[in-house]
């Protein structure tokens, strides 16, 4: 009998504990649009009734404009646009967390490299490139 209510009691607890979701009744599509085209281009935007908002245009697998937006849990409204290329995917966005600038001195060593290619020794190339026989001799023998 207490291990009926020791479980019993978990039940409830658990089942008390479990996030409240809000009905589906109360959430729907305002909007919905999708086109895709014979040659391979597409477009779609779509909102919902909690300000859930989206749209984009592409080439399948090439290229793809969007972006999004939502309302941040605590009310403030979080946009997003992006392109996704051969480069990757790169979002913009105010809420977006942005790294710091590149020092000055940074910046000088990389033009200097970039303007004094590195200087590699002839005679040290060619060790690399083509052994001596006196060099391998010790270890043939």
Do not use: W
């Not at 937006?69 to 995917?89: C, E, H, K, M, R």
């Amino acid at each position: 009998m207490f291990r009926f209510l020791l479980i019993a009691t978990a039940v409830v607890a658990c089942a008390y504990a479990a996030p409240q979701f809000s009905s589906p009744d109360h959430l729907a599509t305002s909007s919905h649009v999708q086109d895709i085209r014979p040659d391979g281009s597409y477009e779609y935007r779509y909102e919902t009734s909690n300000g859930i908002a989206a749209q984009e245009s592409g080439v399948g697998g090439l290229i793809a404009n969007g972006g999004y937006s939502y309302y941040a849990p605590d009310g403030q409204l979080i946009q997003v646009t992006y392109t996704a290329d051969a480069n990757g995917f790169h979002p913009q966005g105010a809420h977006l967390p942005v790294g710091p600038a590149i020092p000055e001195a940074i910046l000088k060593s990389l033009e200097y490299i970039r303007t004094h290619p590195q200087y590699v020794d002839q005679q040290q190339q060619q060790q690399f490139i083509q052994p001596s026989t006196r060099q391998l001799a010790p270890a043939l023998g």
